[in-house]
């Protein structure tokens, strides 16, 4: 139930973020989005707060709604979200060389889950004795060692935040 409601909101966020783009191609001087920044007036603001928020009208309780409910449907729309969610552009300011080590800092956290999982729920009949004939072998110190690989991954995914 609650992933068809998740669906249909794309569909609906979706749809009337098309017919809305549609609209707007169409009749380019009738239509005005309520609670949208235009980029183009960004500058042109009388104060920090003002080209930040836009301009501070008293807006009707009406107005507010249809605002509010425009940010919720485009918030849900494919048409606006894939392209932000699947962008590979970097602030110049980024550390590229940083994602590399926390993405194989990811797949050890991942293997050392796989292994500790398969451990947990297998049907050995002495699961001390698997146990045993594998963590003397040099090839298991990443999954004995894999507490490192979440401090790694939290470290790296903390200073690529900041």
Not at 84 to 104: C, D, H
Not at 139 to 158: K, M, Y
Request: aromatic residues 16%; contains cysteine; charged residues 15%.
């Amino acid at each position: 139930v609650i992933s068809f409601l998740f669906v249909l909101l794309v569909a609906c966020g979706t749809g009337y973020d098309f017919f809305l783009c549609l609209f707007q191609k169409l009749f380019p001087k009738d239509v005005e989005i309520t609670g949208s920044i235009n980029p183009k007036n960004l500058n042109n603001g009388t104060s920090e707060e003002d080209a930040l928020l836009g301009k501070r009208k008293n807006k009707s309780s009406k107005d507010r709604l249809t605002t509010f409910l425009h940010d919720v449907a485009i918030s849900f729309s494919l048409y606006k979200t894939v392209p932000a969610v699947l962008s590979t552009r970097q602030p110049p300011s980024a550390i590229t060389s940083i994602n590399g080590m926390r993405v194989i800092s990811m797949f050890w956290v991942i293997l050392g889950h796989v292994y500790f999982f398969t451990f947990i729920s297998s049907t050995y009949a002495n699961p001390l004795d698997v146990y045993n004939s594998f963590m003397p072998r040099f090839s298991a110190q990443p999954i004995i060692n894999g507490f490192f690989s979440v401090d790694s991954f939290f470290f790296l995914s903390g200073v690529l935040l900041a």
